[in-house]
């Protein structure tokens, strides 16, 4: 593989993986008792407690997607001038 593939490959993942976060970010802030009342058929959790949970979610799904396709992508674009 060159440079150049990998380049187009983490600037593919970022951009789709930033895109589901805003989607997620958006579907939350839109239909929050909307999901809270479809998950908590599977988990009975208290609202707090959902809302920890959710919100920590995006934000290490965030921190991995900033770590593993931004940083990379970014690193290959310096090195590949």
Request: with cysteine; glycine share 6%.
């Amino acid at each position: 593989m060159d440079v150049v593939l990998l380049r187009s490959f983490f600037g593919w993942c970022t951009v789709l993986n930033v895109g589901l976060l805003v989607f997620t970010a958006l579907v939350l802030s839109l239909g929050r008792d909307w999901v809270y009342r479809m998950h908590s058929r599977f988990y009975p959790l208290p609202r707090d407690t959902f809302n920890v949970v959710i919100y920590s979610f995006i934000g290490v799904y965030k921190i991995v997607v900033i770590v593993f396709n931004l940083v990379p992508y970014i690193a290959l674009s310096i090195i590949g001038q």
